[in-house]
């Protein structure tokens, strides 16, 4: 079996590596200083802790592979939050439907995403940032500003309890990487997701409905985040209107570490996943080793700016 | 004073990229205020010469003397400096701007104290430049709002300020209404009274016949013809231009016309062609001829549903289809060779091997689900068939060679077994030995029953591959022509003809 087939091998392969023995070589270091770091619970808090980012940044990786973006992510995961919170009430509705609710709602938000940007041709970083905005509010209307709390222990199973030992956010994070990784390597959708990115117009060419491909990478992304805004509110027992200020950036981050191309064609979930767990572990370390959370921030955005030159340098060869 | 009869010389100038020599030891002598015209087909060199001229490629061989001195320029400025100034075919402005910012741009006139534009003063140099060259335009106007002709007469205008020894005209009449031209002829002839050297590069002979005194002809790269105007006719400028005997890089194919697979009735796309019809029948090999601009690549476009048209019918096998998108062209069974296989044609940065089944993936998958193993096996086949050299059919299809690409971009529209080949400049920028495989294949098919239906500028590969050669001029039809009438002078003339 072909190992990769659609990304080329060589770059693939650099990429691939390049972020394996970066992510080691954290690890070794801070295992070193830090007697706490290498440890199966520290390694599971780890995990636990970039659950929703990496959900999330493997969603806008079929955004970022088409060669679009979405800025909306972090407003879905308040909305989606506050309806999946509305509907899990203790006694009222059983569990699949506030789950439903959720993703479908985020679903609804990445279609119109897609149908904005595809149909009346809104460039993908403004329909996006203005579906932010409108996300935001639907937020804070849905939930009257407040709130949204007394939420049924079911729900709430989904963000704190375990599995064999295993909290359900990895479980879940697990499920969304294979069956993503699966669709974009081995179905004909993953395929044109890469082809639209990589060229549109010889897509177009090709006779792929590169309209069609678009919006389901937009509803697939906020269909994600749709999930993550239920686990986020499982979580913390709480429907907040005001979470995931901001989170579309860090699950942008983690892509970009990751080794997929803004420009569209070129990257993998699986550069993502690495791309979370290098950010995660980093923050984790950091703070093992006492560090300023003000000191990590500039760290991390050293580290994106460093994976994007290295990236050019690498394309430019 | 040897320069007192020669303000610019070309020594020897040779030039080449990967795999193609541009120009060839190039030599001409250009007058002082005359008129030198630069003619040839597509690909004669023309362009990589004013290039080298103005200063874009610096790395050539040979020496370009400018009064009788060596002229070392390293860039585009230099060029300027030294007096040579270019208007190019695809123009350059700044659309947001007016006219007199567009043109002193970068030479504003400026107050001594924090370089603040002095406007009034801008507007009195713009309108002074304007009535130079008699052009009424208001300097205040955004050049967006100009139409085409206007804005060509903008550049010139600028290029002449820059108290140019040398201007280069590439195409300046492509976009030019007959009256718009009289006036460009009008500012030549000012131009060579204040003892200027005009280059004018032009597929129009009648124009070069009118405004030139001098003429070069350029083919593959060297030169082959220089005369004074004078003492030249038409016929004889377009012998040079074709001059080649067609080698035999052509396969020998007997004509076998089988029944009509595709006909295009009264078709039409607004501002590109109009009025286009035709019969195309199995086994049959037609190109669509013309020059830059008639109208080829639209009308490949139009009937493989890439742009819309919206005049006139497309049949195909007799029953009128509309074709609104390449899918629905796929499942007419036409297939496409696009004109540029950099934009239009490959996705660089996939495999070889996805690049190949992109257009029929559901050859090779299980419903939504791609089988790798039957994937494999179809690429090879058609690597195999059309001798695609590459290490592997992973490898990345930016990384192969511009025939071997085309050649993959053959292999995806042959892979869906289309009844019609839609080929738009199917050996643009590739080495002779891959074009000679290519016209071998497309004679393979032709013999096989297919139709092929070909667009190109390269007037040898028109004259030994087709059976019929349709000829286009600003978007319309001029003539058809069997392959027995169709020789390169005829098809040219025919080209030029409006």
Known sequence: MPEHNIVPRDGNAMQKYGLVIAFAAICAVLSIRSPAFLTPQNAINVLRQISINAILAVGVTYVILTGGIDLSLGSVVAVTGVLAATFAHPDTYPLAVPIAVGILGGVLIGVLNGLVITRFRVAPFIATLGMMTIARGGALILSGGRPVSNLAASFNFIGNGSVLRIPIPILILAGVFLVSRFILRRTTFGRYVYAVGGNEEAARASGINTHGIKVASYAICAGLAGLAGIVQASRITTGQPNAGISYELDAIAAVVIGGTSLSGGIGSVTGTLLGALLIGTLNNGLDLLNVSSYYQQVVKGLIIIGAVILDRRKRSR | ?498
């Open chain 2, 1 to 498: 004073m040897e320069h007192k009869n020669c303000v610019l010389e070309l020594r020897d100038v040779s030039k080449s990229f990967p795999g193609v020599k541009a120009l060839d030891r190039v030599s001409i002598r250009f007058r002082p205020a005359t008129v030198h015209a630069l003619i040839g087909e597509n690909g004669a060199g023309k362009s990589t010469l004013m290039k080298i001229l103005m200063g874009f490629y610096t790395d050539y061989a040979g020496e370009i003397l400018l009064l009788g001195q060596r002229l070392t320029h390293a860039g585009v400025r230099q060029a300027l400096e030294a007096g040579i100034s270019m208007i190019h075919q695809e123009l350059m402005y700044v659309p947001h701007m007016t006219v007199a910012e567009n043109l002193l741009l970068g030479r504003e006139p400026a107050s001594r104290f924090l370089k603040r534009i002095d406007r009034r003063e801008a507007r009195r140099q713009t309108q002074q430049l304007l009535n130079q060259v008699g052009l009424d335009l208001e300097p205040d106007r955004l050049m967006k709002d100009l139409n085409v002709a206007e804005r060509q007469m903008v550049e010139i205008t600028k290029a002449i300020s820059y108290h140019a020894k040398i201007v280069i005209m590439d195409e300046p009449s492509s976009s030019l209404s007959q009256h718009e031209v009289e006036r460009l002829c009008g500012i030549i002839a000012q131009l060579k009274d204040r003892g200027v050297t005009v280059i004018y590069i032009s597929h129009r002979l009648e124009e070069v016949f009118r405004i030139a005194d001098e003429v070069t002809v350029l083919r593959d790269g060297r030169v082959v013809g220089a005369a004074r105007v004078s003492e030249i006719d038409a016929d004889r400028v377009i012998a040079m231009m074709v001059g080649r005997e067609l080698a035999d890089v052509f396969p020998r194919r007997t004509r076998r016309p089988g029944p009509v697979i595709l006909s295009v009735r009264n078709l039409g796309r607004k501002g590109a062609f109009h009025d286009v019809s035709f019969d195309l029948h199995r086994g049959e090999i037609v190109s669509l001829a013309g020059l830059m601009g008639a109208g080829r690549t639209e009308i490949i476009r139009c009937l493989f549903g890439l742009d819309r048209y919206d005049q006139g019918q497309i049949l195909v096998n007799g029953k009128e289809v509309p074709i609104r998108s390449p899918a629905d062209a796929l499942r007419l069974g036409l297939g496409l060779v696009s004109e540029d296989r950099q934009t239009t044609g490959l996705v660089p940065c996939l495999s070889l091997r996805a690049n190949i089944t992109l257009s029929n993936l559901d050859l090779c998958s299980w419903g939504p689900i791609v089988s790798w193993g039957r994937e494999e096996k179809l690429v090879e086949r058609m690597v195999g068939d059309l001798r695609i050299k590459s290490p592997d059919t992973r490898e990345m299809v930016a990384n192969l060679s511009g025939g071997n690409q085309q050649k993959a971009v053959l292999a995806r529209a042959l892979l869906g077994e289309p009844n019609v080949l839609l080929l738009d400049e199917p050996t643009r920028g590739i080495d002779v030995g891959a074009k000679a495989e290519i016209y071998k294949l497309m004679g393979r098919l032709a013999h096989e029953g297919k139709a092929i239906l070909m667009a190109s500028s390269e007037l040898p590969e028109v004259v030994g591959m087709s059976d019929r050669v349709i000829v286009l001029s600003s978007g319309a039809v001029t003539r058809q022509l069997d392959r027995d009438q169709a020789s390169a002078a005829n098809i040219l003339r025919n080209a030029m003809a409006n």
